[in-house]
Structures are given as structure tokens and as C-alpha cells.
């Protein structure tokens, strides 16, 4: 698994799809904490970490487009297949790889609640609850990006493939909201990732909602190493 990190992290660093990353994701938080923040002079950073919900989803995808899909097209995915390790092991160094790389671009808001300290006092329970929610479903979105990853050699189709369940996990609000059945409107509302990071956005810590986005974050990368290991012994 640590020789798969480095490889990987290696890799966002020697092309520019590691540093274009990060600087998205620092403009988008820059606007965003100018608009919502410093312009309406306020030290409420929620509408910041809503805004970076919809940035995550779309260029999160892009950040993981090329994990297992460039393996594959390059054929070097063979030596993952038949090397003696876990497979579970070679998903979780390529996730942990893309994590590390956003983990660089979430510390920024780190960054700006410091910033506002200097001049006012905060309430850094809730700009820690929002930095743990973004980071609960910006695994989530990585999870479901290496997934997407594992099922095509096309990194483009990929990262659209990854866009397209992100936006399908956003919409299942909209979804229940039209369903006529109530059995299934509760279903679907609970199942709702908007929700559950939007109570992390106002401070709310809860036990269910950490393990629900653990849980999906498992699925996904259980479901790229059963995709793996379809392709090994086929």
C-alpha cells in the first residue's frame, strides 16, 4: 500500500493535475470566502463550505479520473493483477493518494479561520465541524471517482461517469420529494448526502452521519476491489 502512495502521489506531482487541483480549489474557496465572508463582513463561514460542495463534486472526479483508468490503458494494471498483495491494499494506496492531495486543498480553510481570528472571535466548533464534513464527502466523492475509474480505460469518461453518481447522490432529495410514497420518501430522505453534510456546515457532530459517510466511502472501494479482482481472474 506504501509503495502505491508514493507511486501515485509521485505521479499528481510530476504532472500538473495535482497542482491545477489545488489551485481550483483555492480559487473557488477564495471567492467564495470573499463573497459570502469578507464582503458581507461576517465571520460565518457556512455558505463558503456549501459553495465548495458543489466544486468537490464536479472536480474531485477530475482529480481521480486517471488512478485505475490509466493503469489500464497503459496495460500496467497487469502488474497490480498478478502481483502477490491485496487488492485492497493497491485501492486504498491509490485513495489515500488522491485524499492526501485534497486534504492540501482543504487545509486553506483552516487557513481562513485563522485569518478571522486575528480580528474577531469565532466559533471554531463550527469551522471544524465544516472542514470535517467537507472532508467526509470529499471521500465520499473519491471513493466513488476510483470506483468509476476501475470500470473504463478512458479517463474522460471516467471523471464524467464519477460526476454523474455524485450528481445522482445530490438529487435523491429531489427524488424523495417526488416519490408519492411515504415509505419511500423516508427511505430516500435518509439516504440523503446533502442533509448530512449541511448539519456539519452549522455544527452539528453526529455519530449516524460519520458512519454513514464511512460506510459509503467502504461500499465504493469494496466495489472497485471486486471490479479488480473480476479482471484478475478473468
Do not use: H
Not at 481570528?117 to 465544516?130: A, E, H, L, P, R
Not at 478512458?154 to 408519492?180: E, F, H, R, S
Not at 459517510?213 to 472501494?221: D, Q
Request: glycine share 6%; with cysteine.
Amino acid at each position: 500500500m506504501t509503495a502505491v502512495f508514493k507511486r501515485e502521489m509521485g505521479a499528481y506531482f510530476a504532472s500538473p493535475l495535482g497542482y491545477v487541483f489545488i489551485a481550483i480549489f483555492y480559487f473557488f474557496s477564495g471567492a467564495f470566502f470573499y463573497l459570502f465572508t469578507l464582503s458581507s463582513r461576517t465571520t460565518d463561514l457556512t455558505y463558503v463550505f456549501i459553495g465548495m460542495f458543489f466544486v468537490m463534486m464536479i472536480f474531485i472526479p477530475v482529480l481521480t479520473m486517471r488512478l485505475l483508468a490509466d493503469d489500464k490503458r497503459q496495460k500496467t494494471d497487469q502488474l497490480i493483477l498478478t502481483a502477490p498483495v491485496s487488492l485492497m491494499r493497491v485501492v486504498l494506496g491509490k485513495f489515500l493518494a488522491a485524499f492526501a492531495v485534497f486534504l492540501i486543498g482543504v487545509a486553506i480553510m483552516l487557513v481562513y479561520g485563522i485569518a478571522l481570528s486575528c480580528f474577531t472571535d469565532v466559533n471554531w466548533s463550527m469551522i471544524f465541524g465544516n472542514i470535517f464534513g467537507m472532508i467526509l464527502m470529499g471521500s465520499v466523492y473519491i471513493a466513488v471517482g476510483v470506483f468509476v475509474s476501475s470500470l473504463t480505460e478512458n479517463q474522460m469518461i471516467a471523471a464524467i461517469g464519477a460526476i454523474g453518481i455524485n450528481l445522482v447522490l445530490l438529487l435523491i432529495d429531489t427524488l424523495a420529494a417526488v416519490i408519492p410514497w411515504d415509505a419511500a420518501q423516508n427511505v430516500l430522505g435518509s439516504l440523503s448526502f446533502y442533509n448530512r453534510y449541511y448539519e456539519f456546515t452549522i455544527g452539528i457532530f453526529s455519530l449516524s452521519n460519520i458512519l454513514y459517510f464511512v460506510s459509503v466511502i467502504f461500499i465504493f472501494l469494496f466495489l472497485t476491489v471486486r471490479v479488480l479482482e473480476k479482471r484478475r481472474w478473468a
